[in-house]
């Protein structure tokens, strides 16, 4: 069975700064998926940022960039020139490739970006 | 729709009634997930439809727990004689096929609150 850790329960960061936030997984696949979910105070489950573990380059999207270390099982997000939008709970997520698989979430950190 | 919609928004209900929770995906979605998402905590998977499939109900936590999906779009999660730890967000998701390549769209969920 996979797992999901997130060691950060809580973290701040100061508008305009940089965060990393620090997840760590144990699979014993070899292709798979891993994700990190932005969810709000709205509750929805927003996709921020995907990554292949088959592609060796890191996954950037805009602000958001992920440091994907496969053989140490460590997957952290960064978030640059951080936004008070930014504020939200953050969820890495695995999944299996494959037909009709599901996530297996962290427990999630919660960002709180302060003006 | 443009996206899941998920009622009702919230739910209290008391300890021993049955309540049910409801999910309409969006239009032309084959796949439909519920994940359940206790204070502080990730989402956890609960059960899964890809079209006119068996359900994957590996998740479900008891017999008290069940699902069904009418016509292949709108599901329904029943929880029967509810109890205290049942209170958490219900999350629901759908994709338009059954790998992650065609991507989920997650609803805002219904907070159930038993008293």
């Known amino acids: 069975a996979q797992t999901v850790t997130q060691s950060q329960p809580e973290m701040s960061v100061q508008e305009a700064e940089t965060v990393t936030l620090s997840c760590t997984y144990d699979?014993?696949?070899?292709?798979?998926?891993l994700f990190w979910y932005k969810q709000p105070p709205s509750r929805q489950m927003i996709l921020v940022i995907r990554?292949?573990?088959?592609?060796?380059q890191n996954a950037t999207e805009n602000r958001f960039s992920v440091n994907f270390q496969k053989a140490a099982k460590s997957f952290s997000l960064k978030i640059s020139d951080s936004q008070l939008g930014d504020t939200a709970m953050y969820f890495c997520?695995?999944?299996?490739?494959?037909?009709?698989?599901?996530?297996?979430f962290g427990p999630g950190t919660r960002l709180s970006v302060l003006p | 729709g443009a996206g899941v919609s998920q009622s009702p928004s919230n739910k209290v209900t008391e300890k021993g009634k049955d309540v049910e929770l409801r999910c309409d995906p969006i239009?032309?979605?084959?796949?439909l997930y519920w994940y359940r998402q206790s204070l502080g905590q990730g989402l956890e998977f609960l059960i899964y439809?890809?079209?006119?499939?068996?359900?994957?109900k590996s998740g479900l936590p008891s017999d008290r727990f069940s699902a069904e999906r009418t016509g292949g779009s709108v599901s329904t999660l029943t929880i029967q004689r509810t109890q205290q730890e049942d209170s958490a967000v219900y999350l629901c998701?759908?994709?338009?096929?059954?790998?992650?390549?065609?991507?989920?769209?997650f609803g805002s969920g219904t907070r159930l609150t038993v008293v």
């Open positions: 998701a759908s994709s338009l096929g059954r790998t992650y390549s065609y991507g989920y769209t």
């Open positions: 699979t014993s696949e070899n292709n798979y998926y």
């Open positions: 990554q292949e573990a088959y592609k060796q």
């Open positions: 997520a695995f999944m299996k490739l494959g037909y009709g698989q599901n996530f297996v």
């Open positions: 239009s032309g979605h084959t796949a």
């Open positions: 439809f890809q079209g006119n499939s068996a359900p994957d």
